[in-house]
């Protein structure tokens, strides 16, 4: 089998879990001081059971950029968003938070990852490129996943 060469090629899920344990290594990305208490939007109820949440979305949302580039927070809303539960009435869709998005976008912007442009966020580098820089984490994924 070929070894995958984008992001593309790697299984989403795979890509996001490596992803995100490598922005948490490399400590560039700042935790908020609220990821603990804050929900994902008002159809949540809880907040995140996992504490490595907010760089799972941050690796999600580069991964998104880069796959479809000229997204915003509005787009982030809708994309991470749902059926919001109204007890015994019907369910609605409901937008997910926009600080949460807003947040990561600023933290992505200041490493580099993504630049701003006037249709959105869209991709400053390659992630493999950016990724590499620091580790050999794509051809890690390379090997064990594919």
């Not at 600080?99 to 580099?112: C, D, G, P, T, Y």
């Not at 390659?126 to 050999?136: E, G, K, P, Q, W």
């Amino acid at each position: 089998m070929e070894a995958a060469r984008t992001v593309k090629d790697v299984s989403p899920h795979e890509f996001v879990k490596a992803y995100a344990a490598h922005l948490k290594r490399s400590g560039k990305i700042e935790l908020p001081p609220w990821t603990d208490i804050v929900k994902g939007g008002k159809l949540k109820e809880l907040p995140p059971y996992d504490p490595d949440w907010y760089y799972v979305r941050a690796a999600s949302m580069a991964r998104k950029i880069y796959l479809r580039g000229g997204l915003g927070v509005n787009a982030f809303r809708r994309i991470y968003g749902g059926a919001k539960r109204n007890g015994s009435r019907p369910r609605h869709f409901c937008r997910s938070s926009g600080s949460i998005a807003r947040h990561i976008l600023q933290q992505l912007q200041n490493v580099n990852i993504v630049d701003l442009d006037a249709k959105g966020y869209t991709a400053n580098l390659d992630l493999c490129d950016v990724i590499t820089a620091n580790l050999d984490l794509c051809d890690v994924i390379h090997a064990r996943f594919l």
